[in-house]
């Protein structure tokens, strides 16, 4: 299909990342873009009328959702076709993670608009920051099924996953994500709990599957809010990764201690991870 506009005078598209809880995490180019464009492409638009009232922005408002994306996607890129500047925000922090958008940017790819990122906040990336888990290599995997079977086949395929793995979970549902975790990954995955980053009752917990199940059901409020999940990915299967006097430690200490807290020891002496300690003794000293 032939097409008749000009892409010299195509608007652009700018994707917007805005706070995702202090609204003092927002950027100043953000905030001028958001001044600058002639229509906000919004998630919710009353949730992002309220981020744009704080600073004094007021823009028009064009409601693209989960719902309506694929339908509504075109009519945007019409408008910008027609030289208009459009500025996508999600609800929070950087759009298309978890957010709508995608087919927004790809048909904007498609049609020759130049699509502009202005970074800022972003749970998964700021809860991985935080959490002490290795992270040069991770996944992010967002939000996990919702139903039991679905939830624990999408963890089967993770399992043996080598990478730090980042979900994003609900209130609701977060006990039952972590039960399944612990059925398919094992007792001693790491795993930390990050909610309600750069809010106010932010919380970034870490312990071993069961440990972590049993502080959260501690208290109601620890389930409570916007989470991400950082975990640990499956330690590496090496006798190699260990000197021979970690393993000779390992050996003697496990003939008179549990494996568990042999491997800590073990660990604490010689700067190794505990997980994979642990691990090597479940395969190679049982």
Not at 158 to 181: A, C, G, V, W
Not at 223 to 246: H, Y
């Amino acid at each position: 299909m032939k097409n008749d506009h000009n892409p010299q005078q195509f608007g652009k598209l700018y994707i917007v990342a805005t706070p995702i809880g202090n609204l003092n995490d927002i950027t100043h180019r953000a905030i001028s873009t958001l001044e600058e464009a002639d229509l906000i492409a919004a998630e919710d638009t009353r949730h992002s009328g309220l981020l744009l009232s704080h600073y004094g922005i007021k823009k028009p408002f064009f409601a693209l959702h989960d719902h309506n994306e694929q339908q509504k996607a075109s009519v945007l890129v019409e408008k910008l076709q027609q030289g208009l500047n459009i500025a996508l925000i999600s609800d929070a922090g950087t759009p298309l993670i978890s957010d709508p958008g995608f087919h927004l940017v790809r048909e904007c790819k498609q049609q020759g608009i130049q699509v502009i990122p202005i970074p800022g906040a972003c749970a998964a990336i700021t809860a991985l920051s935080a959490a002490g888990v290795a992270s040069n290599r991770f996944s992010f995997e967002g939000f996990l099924p919702a139903k039991t079977k679905g939830r624990c086949d999408k963890l089967e395929a993770l399992k043996d996953d080598s990478r730090t793995l980042i979900f994003y979970e609900s209130t609701h549902r977060i006990l039952d994500s972590l039960s399944d975790m612990q059925k398919v990954f094992g007792d001693e995955r790491y795993v930390v709990i990050a909610r309600e980053i750069t809010k106010t009752w932010e919380t970034i917990h870490g312990d071993n599957l069961p440990q972590l199940i049993e502080w959260l059901s501690a208290e109601n409020n620890r389930t409570k809010g916007e989470i991400v999940l950082i975990v640990e990915g499956k330690p590496e299967d090496s006798s190699e990764e260990f000197s021979p006097q970690a393993i000779k430690a390992l050996t003697l200490l496990t003939q008179e201690l549990p494996l568990k807290k042999a491997a800590g020891l073990v660990a604490e002496i010689f700067g190794y991870k505990k997980n994979a300690l642990y691990q090597y003794g479940l395969e190679f000293l049982k």
